[in-house]
């Protein structure tokens, strides 16, 4: 059973990591490959939501799936930490702070750096130990000396996710104008 805190935890966990893998890295792959690169890795990035985890069903495809996946999101998970960080006003050096000195501890190797960017660009402490299918697990804290989100703190997470979304749109548009001039 979740507590408050708990919750607003995982949303705002959960929204920083999508706003990597479903915003951010598409975009990216599509400024790299164009349209082949969006369907490619969004082919890749679904196939590891389904089947990627450790069943014995689909331990070896699904393997496969997982590590391409995390090499596809390698660069957009780094770059959307950065945005965060750029788009967090007076909490800028924090977000980097909390990057940097948190994002490796994750147990992803890609979810941690706009989780710990956005744990540090809101004052708060994300991950941290939790129970999966009722057997503890001691993750890492990001951003550690944070304070427990609360709602004001999960809105701001939205209005960073939408700065975010912006500033991607400036980035992509003088991108492509540069590239297609």
Not at 148 to 160: E, F, I, K, V, Y
Request: contains cysteine; hydrophobic residues 50%; proline residues 5%.
């Amino acid at each position: 059973v979740l507590d408050q805190s708990a919750i607003r935890r995982a949303a705002i966990e959960s929204l920083a990591e999508n706003l990597s893998d479903g915003v951010v890295a598409p975009l990216f792959w599509g400024l790299i490959a164009g349209l082949p690169g969006i369907v490619i890795y969004k082919l890749v990035n679904t196939a590891d939501s389904m089947i990627g985890h450790r069943t014995e069903r689909h331990l070896y495809f699904g393997w496969a799936s997982a590590r391409l996946d995390d090499v596809l999101n390698w660069l957009p998970a780094r770059l959307t930490g950065l945005m965060i960080a750029a788009v967090s006003g007076t909490r800028v050096i924090a977000s980097l702070g909390a990057m940097i000195r948190d994002a490796r501890a994750h147990r992803s190797p890609n979810a941690g750096w706009p989780e710990a960017a956005m744990a540090g660009a809101l004052g708060v402490r994300l991950s941290g130990p939790r129970l999966y299918r009722g057997v503890p697990a001691n993750e890492p804290w990001l951003n550690e000396s944070g304070a427990d989100p609360d709602n004001a703190a999960l809105r701001q997470s939205l209005h960073m996710m939408v700065k975010v979304c912006a500033l991607e749109f400036v980035l992509v548009a003088a991108s492509a104008f540069y590239l297609h001039r």
